[in-house]
T-cell receptor
Framework: DAKTTQPPSMDCAEGRAANLPCNHSTISGNEYVYWYRQIHSQGPQYIIHGLKNNETNEMASLIITEDRKSSTLILPHATLRDTAVYYCIVRVLNNDMRFGAGTRLTVKP | GAVVSQHPSRVICKSGTSVKIECRSLDFQATTMFWYRQFPKKSLMLMATSNEGSKATYEQGVEKDKFLINHASLTLSTLTVTSAHPEDSSFYIC????????????FGPGTRLTVT
């Protein structure tokens, strides 16, 4: 599976949009982009995933560049409860999920 | 949505003893289950993958005789840490996949193991 690169940490003001970038320049055509988050001392929580089209659900939006070499997770109105480590993972369907270092997002009041 | 539970959530044991951690898929059948461990301030590290009814596949560097994995049914996998040592203290997380939809892995809440 392709490797991903994320900034180690980011801050965001409560109520503002949080934009978390992810680089995956070696992604192959059959690899999906997934986002999970992990709140302290809990198991990872699925957020969203996509192949090449932008995706939106009740939690977030996923923007994937046309060349698929990078993506951005958008939390439209961040709350304090969104403080967590966010993991961007690329994988082929049915492969295991392998985690990088992720981005520690801190939402500040 | 699909729910995965783990039991116990926390366990403290003495060096040399064995500890069993259970992972259950509560509302779906999991053909594949995964075990991860996580050290403080570090990312999750995949330990092994198990398919129901077959032997687990361990990642390089993970001792299969120390971390025994059993996936005897479609809703239960167990991880037994044998002859535990303080360096085995960690956060152990399981996840489960139906294998059919493929793209979703559902994670349990984790088990905090402390070996004294």
């Amino acid at each position: 599976d392709a490797k991903t690169t994320q900034p180690p940490s980011m801050d965001c003001a409560e109520g503002r949009a949080a934009n978390l970038p992810c680089n995956h320049s070696t992604i192959s055509g059959n690899e999906y982009v997934y986002w999970y988050r992990q709140i302290h001392s809990q198991g990872p929580q699925y957020i969203i995933h996509g192949l090449k089209n932008n995706e939106t659900n009740e939690m977030a939006s996923l923007i994937i560049t046309e060349d698929r070499k990078s993506s951005t997770l958008i939390l439209p109105h961040a709350t304090l409860r969104d403080t967590a480590v966010y993991y961007c993972i690329v994988r082929v369907l049915n492969n295991d999920m392998r985690f990088g270092a992720g981005t520690r997002l801190t939402v500040k009041p | 949505g699909a729910v995965v539970s783990q039991h116990p959530s926390r366990v403290i044991c003495k060096s040399g003893t064995s500890v069993k951690i259970e992972c259950r898929s509560l509302d779906f059948q999991a053909t594949t289950m995964f075990w991860y461990r996580q050290f403080p301030k570090k990312s999750l590290m995949l330990m092994a993958t198990s398919n129901e009814g077959s032997k687990a596949t361990y990642e390089q560097g993970v001792e299969k005789d120390k971390f025994l994995i059993n996936h005897a049914s479609l809703t239960l996998s167990t991880l037994t840490v044998t002859s535990a040592h303080p360096e085995d203290s960690s956060f152990y997380i399981c996840s489960a996949s139906t294998g059919t939809s493929g793209y979703e892995q559902y994670f349990g809440p984790g088990t905090r193991l402390t070996v004294t």
